[in-house]
């Protein structure tokens, strides 16, 4: 079943790491959330049949006002058939949970709460600049925890410099002992034109050893088989029946309609994706200008981004969903991931082993197939 995406392109203070589009000036916020009234009004008919996933993402969409939260449900509810179970996420960082808020959203149709903890530890939130305490990271998860959504997950960080084994085993035993029933879990990257990456060019920060960080992937995937959550995508583990639909959308190939500045959709051939400036995004729906790009997928293109999302998962990729026979072509690749062990074909599926799942997104660009390579297709 299709879903959609609202950006809401708004944070209380920009995380170091953080490459996504984000304003920490909330003063243009009625505009473009207007604006995003607007696209989703233009667009609502792209949905092909009921709507099985809705997902509040920014940016900090817990910034908003439950009142503009309901806004968004009625306009999707007026205009698109939402099925009646379908699953609604909110993302919200620790600093914005009350109780109070908590029954407003669940009041308001959230089903899924997303929780941005990162870490729980004072000087490692301080390290990335992150809006919230520790122990207000604490306090939310115990109260999301007896909240009675229908299911609720953290984010946490690892791989960050320094980190021992045994901090990052704290991390998880406190989620843990809080009967989180899902986890994402990401490993501290380096993207361009971030604070951090500042930070690690002047020498301010040394990032540790890639041993380290899979030493704590290897602990991570341990910790989390123990207490039954599944891995299912190389960030993500769930207890059965907690995984991320709207998530498991992306990485299957379903459709998606993404609202709002820097939003992403997919309709099964073209991508598209809107403008990442907040004002720039809410002068053109105002002028009835374009705000999007958009680029139609060839074969090669769709078998690769097939490879990159459904290695990253539990189920692989059917063989029979690749268009051009990529492992023909790059059979040098394949049959050396064979015999190292990282990759299988079981079923009739490419799947990575748990070994390979340190490589995913490398294993996945060495069998990529390239333009000039394609075969003719008979
Ligand atoms: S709160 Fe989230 S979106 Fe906002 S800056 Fe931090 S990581 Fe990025």
Same mark, same amino acid.
């Given at each position: 079943?299709?879903?959609?995406?609202?950006?809401?392109?708004?944070?209380?203070?920009?995380?170091?790491?953080?490459?996504?589009?984000f304003?920490?000036?909330?003063?243009?916020?009625?505009r473009?959330?207007?604006?995003?009234?607007?696209?989703?009004?233009?667009?609502?008919?792209?949905?092909?049949?009921?709507?099985?996933?809705?997902?509040?993402?920014?940016?900090?969409?817990?910034?908003? *006002?439950?009142?503009?939260?309901?806004?968004?449900?009625?306009?999707?509810r007026?205009?698109?058939?939402?099925?009646?179970?379908?699953?609604?996420?909110?993302?919200?960082?620790?600093?914005?949970?009350?109780?109070?808020?908590?029954? $407003?959203?669940?009041?308001l149709g959230? !089903?899924?709460?997303?929780?941005?903890?990162?870490?729980?530890?004072?000087?490692?939130? @301080?390290?990335?600049?992150?809006?919230?305490? #520790?122990?207000?990271?604490?306090r939310?998860?115990?109260?999301?925890?007896?909240a009675?959504? $229908?299911?609720w997950t953290i984010?946490?960080?690892?791989?960050?410099?320094?980190?021992?084994?045994?901090?990052?085993?704290?991390?998880?035993?406190?989620?843990?002992?809080?009967?989180?029933?899902?986890?994402?879990?990401?490993?501290? !990257?380096?993207?361009?034109?971030? #604070?951090?990456?500042?930070?690690?060019?002047?020498?301010?920060?040394h990032?540790?050893?890639d041993?380290?960080?899979?030493?704590?992937?290897?602990?991570?995937?341990?910790?989390? *088989?123990?207490?039954?959550?599944?891995?299912?995508?190389?960030?993500?583990?769930?207890?059965p029946?907690?995984?991320?639909?709207?998530?498991?959308?992306?990485?299957?190939?379903?459709?998606?309609l993404?609202?709002?500045?820097? $939003?992403?959709?997919?309709?099964?051939?073209t991508?598209?994706?809107?403008?990442?400036?907040?004002? @720039?995004?809410?002068?053109?729906?105002?002028?009835?200008?374009?705000?999007? *790009?958009?680029?139609?997928?060839? #074969?090669?293109?769709?078998?690769?981004?097939?490879l990159?999302?459904?290695?990253?998962?539990?189920?692989?990729? #059917?063989?029979?969903?690749?268009?051009?026979?990529?492992?023909?072509?790059? @059979?040098?690749?394949? *049959?050396?991931?064979?015999?190292?062990?990282?990759l299988l074909?079981?079923?009739?599926?490419?799947?990575?082993?748990?070994a390979?799942?340190?490589?995913?997104?490398?294993? $996945?660009?060495?069998?990529?197939?390239?333009?000039?390579?394609?075969?003719?297709?008979?």
């Amino acid at each position: 079943m299709p879903g959609i995406y609202l950006h809401i392109p708004f944070c209380r203070k920009a995380c170091t790491y953080c490459d996504f589009h984000f304003s920490t000036s909330t003063q243009g916020k009625a505009r473009v959330l207007n604006a995003m009234a607007l696209e989703l009004e233009q667009r609502a008919t792209e949905m092909e049949g009921s709507v099985g996933t809705i997902y509040f993402g920014g940016g900090t969409p817990s910034l908003l *006002e439950a009142s503009e939260i309901a806004r968004f449900m009625q306009d999707i509810r007026g205009r698109c058939s939402v099925a009646p179970d379908a699953e609604v996420t909110l993302e919200a960082n620790p600093d914005d949970i009350t109780e109070e808020r908590l029954a $407003a959203w669940k009041e308001l149709g959230i !089903t899924r709460l997303s929780l941005g903890t990162q870490s729980f530890r004072e000087e490692r939130l @301080r390290f990335m600049g992150r809006a919230h305490t #520790a122990e207000q990271a604490l306090r939310s998860i115990a109260l999301i925890a007896k909240a009675g959504f $229908a299911s609720w997950t953290i984010d946490l960080i690892y791989g960050l410099p320094q980190m021992s084994l045994a901090e990052w085993d704290e991390q998880l035993t406190i989620a843990l002992e809080h009967g989180m029933p899902h986890l994402s879990a990401y490993c501290l !990257t380096v993207e361009a034109k971030t #604070a951090l990456a500042h930070q690690v060019a002047k020498g301010a920060v040394h990032m540790p050893e890639d041993a380290d960080q899979s030493a704590q992937l290897d602990r991570l995937m341990s910790r989390m *088989e123990a207490a039954g959550l599944v891995h299912y995508e190389i960030s993500n583990f769930g207890l059965p029946g907690h995984f991320s639909r709207h998530n498991s959308s992306y990485w299957d190939g379903v459709h998606y309609l993404g609202i709002g500045p820097s $939003a992403h959709s997919y309709n099964g051939a073209t991508r598209r994706w809107n403008v990442a400036n907040n004002i @720039r995004y809410a002068k053109a729906l105002e002028a009835g200008e374009p705000y999007w *790009e958009s680029e139609t997928l060839n #074969a090669a293109q769709r078998t690769n981004e097939l490879l990159l999302t459904g290695l990253r998962t539990l189920a692989g990729v #059917a063989l029979y969903k690749l268009e051009l026979d990529a492992l023909a072509i790059n @059979r040098p690749s394949f *049959e050396q991931y064979l015999a190292q062990g990282l990759l299988l074909v079981q079923d009739g599926r490419l799947v990575l082993t748990k070994a390979g799942r340190h490589f995913a997104d490398r294993i $996945a660009s060495d069998l990529f197939v390239s333009a000039d390579d394609r075969p003719d297709r008979a």
